[in-house]
């Protein structure tokens, strides 16, 4: 990776108007332009899907055999974002991987707080392991995102169903909390986020619940049984905390846990694989993860 990469990256993001503890509805809108300003590939589409009542996009790229499925959950602070603006990430990682993706819109904080999101991830989960072999199965997400994957599993886990494969999870934000050194000694380092913004968000979507409950914070829940995981993340981010110490929290549980930090890099970077060499390296390991970890093909 150069430093005319990283620079390039660091500008985007330190000039864009988003602002995730702004003004919800005018910051959604930003959000959702930034993410869906590049047309995907020609041979990239997707088509609304309901899973266990809960809408979704399964994206689909021609002539690509399909080893297995991704349930993707998107990032946005749990108050903004949707399955649209991320089928570019998401088909990214598919593509990657050789798998079918699916990405979930979950509702969203504060119109719909705790536990709108982890009841509609588990539902659509609950819906897709009905149609197939778990083993086929995996799970991913980003920030926000990457906290559902990890709260859905601990679902899967506790209702006795079928767990999936892997789960892969990108700069994951884990403790809603804010409690990570990270969180101060990262702040200027980090282009994207905020510990104020996390505040008022998680205060959206928690209400009055205690953001230490292992409820909505996997570091503070119990990670027994949970498949092999792999957390990914970027050195110059506050939720850096985040990631180590679920690694550590989940190495402590006996899963299998690959911790992935990269180097200078912000929040999520696997999104400007085009641009930097390191995200485009980054999902290729992450794919390579998942693939390694399928149990059994299509």
């Not at 997707?46 to 690509?64: K, N, R, Y």
């Not at 909505?216 to 949970?226: E, K, M, N, Q, R």
Request: hydrophobic share 45%; with cysteine.
């Amino acid at each position: 990776m150069s430093q005319e990469q990283r620079d390039l990256i660091n500008a985007i993001m330190t000039n864009s108007p988003l602002d995730l503890g702004g003004e919800l509805i005018e910051q959604r809108t930003i959000l959702h332009q930034m993410l869906t300003s590049h047309p995907l590939p020609d041979d990239v589409s997707s088509a609304p899907i309901m899973l266990g009542g809960v809408p979704a996009l399964s994206i689909d790229i021609t002539g690509q055999a399909s080893h297995g499925t991704i349930l993707f959950f998107h990032g946005g602070v749990f108050a903004m974002g949707s399955a649209e603006a991320s089928v570019g990430l998401a088909c990214d990682l598919g593509r990657r991987a050789h798998m079918r993706v699916i990405t979930v819109d979950y509702r969203l904080a504060p119109e719909h707080p705790y536990p709108a999101a982890t009841d509609d991830a588990f539902a659509a989960y609950q819906a897709l392991v009905a149609t197939g072999d778990a083993g086929q199965i995996t799970i991913a997400g980003e920030s926000a995102g990457g906290n559902l994957a990890v709260i859905t599993l601990l679902a899967i886990r506790d209702a006795g169903l079928p767990v999936p494969s892997a789960c892969v999870v990108l700069s994951p934000w884990t403790d809603l909390a804010v409690t990570g050194d990270s969180s101060i000694t990262k702040a200027a380092a980090d282009p994207a986020l905020t510990p104020s913004a996390l505040r008022i968000r998680a205060r959206d979507y928690l209400g009055e619940l205690d953001p230490s409950s292992g409820a909505v914070s996997p570091i503070y829940a119990d990670l027994t049984g949970l498949p092999p995981l792999l957390i990914q993340v970027g050195s110059n981010e506050i939720l850096l905390d985040d990631a180590v110490r679920l690694a550590a929290i989940a190495a402590a549980a006996d899963v299998r846990v690959i911790l992935d930090i990269t180097p200078e890099v912000p929040h999520v970077f696997q999104a400007f694989s085009a641009l930097l060499d390191e995200g485009d390296d980054a999902l290729d390991r992450a794919a390579a993860f998942l693939r390694s970890n399928t149990t059994t093909l299509v």
